[in-house]
Antibody
Framework: QVQLQESGPGLAKPSETLSLTCTVSDYSVTGGHYWGWIRQPPGKGLEFIGSIYHSGSTYYNPSLKSRVTMSVDTSKNQFSLKLSSVTAADTAVYYC???????????????WGQGTMVSVSS | DIQLTQSPFFLSASVGDRVTITCRAS??????LAWYQQKPGKAPNLLIY???TLQSGVPSRFSGSGSGTEFTLTISSLQPEDFATYYCQHLNSYPLFGPGTKVDVK
């Protein structure tokens, strides 16, 4: 059973960079899947942030693209998210997840971390 | 840009009811549509992918149908553990989620 666990500071200051890491267990990040980040502001819906392949290939939500950087550390079986110039609007639960492939195309997120709450406040 | 809409936004139902939720895409997305269930304080749980393929371990009372621009999630007989919020999602060409449908106790 694939397990994912988010980690990182629960608080970020406005204008700073939010950094989160997702540690994957019982499955290799080089195992042929993309990996993604999704967030959910309090009381609101889900928003796709971006996805990454172990080769470094990325796809970012166009609305966040200018502020997002994702990377993979295969030696630690982790992938990471950096979101720059944060504001209160970036306050959310951040989830990492694995992309399920179906017929060679990205179909869904099949395994999720439990989520980590990040608040942006001075 | 593709947009996903869901209807209804809120649904009151009783245990044993047949429940149907609709997701519409602003342009054709073939069968690249997934459905998730989310309970308060928990991560979303994948129910259906590729419009109609049941994820392993998901009860058979859940089913999905549709292609192109209109999709449905059906719960054949609502159980107490099914009261939750349901999201549709398109991931392939332009990843995004629908706004969600909350299923509450009538």
């Amino acid at each position: 059973q694939v397990q994912l666990q988010e980690s990182g500071p629960g608080l970020a200051k406005p204008s700073e960079t939010l950094s989160l890491t997702c540690t994957v267990s019982d499955y290799s990040v080089t195992g042929g899947h993309y990996w993604g980040w999704i967030r959910q502001p309090p009381g609101k819906g889900l928003e796709f942030i971006g996805s990454i392949y172990h080769s470094g290939s990325t796809y970012y939500n166009p609305s966040l693209k200018s502020r997002v950087t994702m990377s993979v550390d295969t030696s630690k079986n982790q992938f990471s998210l950096k979101l720059s110039s944060v504001t209160a609007a970036d306050t959310a639960v951040y989830y990492c997840a694995r992309v399920l492939l179906f017929s060679g195309a990205a179909a869904a997120f099949d395994f999720w971390g439990q989520g980590t709450m990040v608040s942006v406040s001075s | 840009d593709i947009q996903l809409t869901q209807s209804p936004f809120f649904l009151s139902a009783s245990v044993g009811d047949r429940v149907t939720i609709t997701c519409r895409a602003s342009q054709g997305i073939s069968s690249y549509l997934a459905w998730y269930q989310q309970k308060p304080g928990k991560a979303p749980n994948l129910l259906i992918y590729a419009a109609s393929t049941l994820q392993s371990g998901v009860p058979s009372r859940f089913s999905g149908s549709g292609s192109g621009t209109e999709f449905t999630l059906t719960i054949s007989s609502l159980q107490p553990e099914d009261f939750a919020t349901y999201y549709c999602q398109h991931l392939n060409s332009y990843p995004l989620f629908g706004p969600g449908t909350k299923v509450d106790v009538k």
